[in-house]
């Protein structure tokens, strides 16, 4: 797709004009949420939220100039949170741009229920509780629990490089203990010791590689998003090396498809090392991420920690 040329600087018309015009041309270029994203730029631009834009002031012409720009370039279909360079999760913000996975609401869900579960689970620690974010890209997931359970000791673990150096951007200053690693083997010092395991693994299946909006097809990195041609190797990993790092009692928590939860549920049944799969919707009451509990008597050999 070509990119409009930036408009010449002039005499901006008023911040609502530019709003309507911005939802206009983002409308049709087929952007799914045109007046969101108009008036996200809009108070990016002059820097507030967008709770205050109906009381901010007009663009002056330079902010004009540079909204236009942004407003073209997420025409083109370049992610909203590319071009402000940051993403809200939960209490977060977090850093991204290219070569790391854009955190999506979906996954809010998802450790949402982990924090509940972890501090329902604090009641009675008397030690801190150890979790792992295996696949953590950014880094949302690990750090959204290590800011929501005071005390958690949290490991979080990447693969590629690019999504490493975002996610070590996001965690400075966090307790958030981040390792370059492949999830399938990571952490070995941990197996048998960890409390939580929780994942948004690559889970698209190949098929869906012509469904996909622009957004993501061409700026989520392909490492983030295929799970092989049934989309079930990215859960299946997640299994197994939850299966290694959990101690007896220990619980896993894995987003994957809406249409992926009761293959993923037979997933963990058939490993005969689980207890209490349930899959969970999310907020639009579609299947999105299977818990499970580390069978209590399918670990033999050592002691099970309270
Ligand atoms: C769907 S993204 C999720 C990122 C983040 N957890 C989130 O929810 O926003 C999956 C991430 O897993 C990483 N990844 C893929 N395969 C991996 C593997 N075998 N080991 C570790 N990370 C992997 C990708 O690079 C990508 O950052």
Redesign the pocket.
């Known amino acids: 797709m070509t990119r409009a040329a930036v408009a010449p600087d002039r005499t901006p018309g008023s911040l609502r004009e530019a709003i309507d015009g911005a939802h206009r041309r983002l409308s049709a270029a087929g952007v799914p949420s045109p007046r969101h994203d108009a008036e996200a730029l809009a108070a990016f631009v002059i820097g507030c939220p967008p709770a205050r834009l109906l009381v901010a002031g007009n663009l002056s012409a330079g902010q004009h100039t540079v909204f236009t720009e942004l407003v073209a370039r997420r025409a083109s279909r370049i992610p909203l949170q590319h071009l402000t360079g940051s993403a809200a999760f939960r209490y977060l913000e977090v850093a991204v741009g290219p070569g ?5 609401p979906e ?1 809010e869900v998802v450790v949402g229920w982990c924090i509940d579960a972890l501090r329902m689970r604090a009641i009675d620690a008397t030690d801190p509780p150890l979790v792992v ?6 880094g ?2 690990a750090l959204s629990i290590a800011q929501e359970v005071k005390g958690t000791v949290v490991h979080a ?4 490089h690019a ?1 490493f150096t975002w996610a070590q951007r996001n965690v400075t200053g966090s307790r958030v203990i981040l390792h370059r ?4 083997a ?1 952490l070995p010092e941990l197996d048998g010791l960890v409390d939580l395991v929780v ?5 698209l299946p190949e098929t869906q590689r012509a469904d996909l909006e622009p957004e993501v097809r061409d700026h989520d ?1 392909e ?3 295929w799970g092989g041609a049934d989309g079930l190797a ?1 859960p299946r ?1 997640i299994e197994l090396a939850a299966h290694r790092l959990l101690r007896h009692g220990g619980l896993v928590a894995v ?1 994957h498809a809406d249409e992926q939860g009761d293959a993923v549920a037979e997933m963990f049944r058939a490993s005969g090392a689980w207890s209490a799969v349930v899959v969970r919707q999310d907020l639009a009451a579609r299947d999105r991420f299977v818990t499970a509990q580390r069978d209590r008597g399918a670990v033999t050999g050592s002691e099970e920690k309270p």
Do not use: Q
């Open positions: 790391v996975f854009v955190p999506r996954t974010d295996l696949c953590t890209g950014s949302a997931i673990v990447e693969r590629e999504a690693g492949d999830a399938t990571a994942s948004n693994p690559p889970y990195p490492a983030a998003l990215g990993m987003e």
